[in-house]
């Protein structure tokens, strides 16, 4: 399953109507490479490489915030609130790949998807401390809690849940297919990053090519997890096999 389910991920191309689609995905890209041509953000943190090397030396006398500029903090700022909006992109793609199938709109997707966002938004907020705690064990019980709360966002969106009852149904939806989901979203990370590497590795190396080539595979990467979150919460949740083509047809 895990290669078949990943192979309709890369298709996310594949949602009616395609205009919608095309639009979406320039627009994003769009928003994730402004970021780096705007004047009062600052994406040249060679003084903060420099700072470190003298820390490390125990030569230094300095603190981050006096070599990390505003513009710095500006561009960090921005690139926080990007990934943010690329994350909400995929579970706004994620809603409309399972409410389409039920003849929704995608009005009626956006608007579940910002139903979701506040208390998207308070559970990364509690999930802090457990985060925290975690990092001394390698993040692996963080990682298997994300796992638990992998349909969390699509309960919110879709089934309009509370948090509470959001996270208490993925968890019993995800017992027995945690360690296939950890799987299905690793694998397509890899497989998005080669030919980003591959890119990259290619073009010279400056802000403007690093953006134009990292935005393309940033948005890339959110249209396929949500088309992977959608077609998994098929699979797992409604046991919908239709999903999968090609494992239907065989």
Same mark, same amino acid.
């Given at each position: 399953?895990?290669? @078949?389910?990943? $192979?309709?991920?890369?298709?996310?191309?594949?949602?009616?109507?395609?205009?919608?689609?095309?639009?979406?995905?320039? @627009?994003?890209?769009?928003?994730?490479?402004?970021?780096?041509?705007?004047?009062?953000?600052?994406?040249?943190?060679?003084?903060?490489?420099?700072?470190?090397?003298?820390? @490390?030396?125990?030569?230094?006398?300095?603190?981050?915030?006096?070599?990390?500029?505003?513009?710095?903090?500006?561009?960090?700022?921005?690139?926080? $609130?990007?990934?943010? $909006?690329?994350?909400?992109?995929? @579970? $706004?793609?994620?809603?409309?790949?399972?409410?389409?199938r039920s003849g929704k709109r995608f009005r009626q997707a956006l608007a579940g998807s910002l139903y979701a966002l506040p208390r998207l938004a308070l559970a990364i907020v509690l999930m802090i401390i457990p985060a925290a705690v975690s990092a001394c064990l390698f993040f692996i019980p963080l990682i298997i809690f994300l796992m638990m709360l992998y349909f969390t966002p699509l309960n919110l969106s879709v089934n309009r849940l509370s948090l509470g009852a959001a996270m208490a149904k993925s968890t019993a939806e995800t017992r027995g297919y945690k360690m296939t989901i950890f799987l299905e979203v690793v694998l397509l990370q890899i497989l998005v990053s080669l030919p980003q590497n591959l890119v990259l590795f290619f073009v010279p190396l400056n802000d403007t090519a690093y953006a134009l080539v990292g935005g393309f595979f940033a948005v890339l990467l959110s249209f396929m997890q949500g088309r992977m979150m959608g077609i998994l919460y098929n699979v797992v949740v409604m046991k919908d096999q239709s999903v999968i083509p090609s494992k239907t047809n065989s």
């Open positions: 399953m895990n290669l @078949l389910i990943i $192979l309709q991920s890369l298709k996310f191309y594949r949602l009616k109507p395609e205009r919608t689609i095309q639009i979406w995905f320039v @627009l994003l890209y769009a928003v994730n490479i402004c970021i780096t041509f705007l004047p009062f953000a600052d994406s040249d943190f060679s003084a903060y490489a420099a700072y470190l090397d003298t820390l @490390l030396s125990g030569t230094s006398s300095l603190t981050i915030f006096d070599v990390v500029s505003q513009g710095n903090w500006i561009y960090l700022g921005l690139m926080l $609130l990007v990934s943010l $909006l690329n994350g909400f992109s995929s @579970l $706004l793609y994620a809603t409309y790949f399972i409410l389409q």
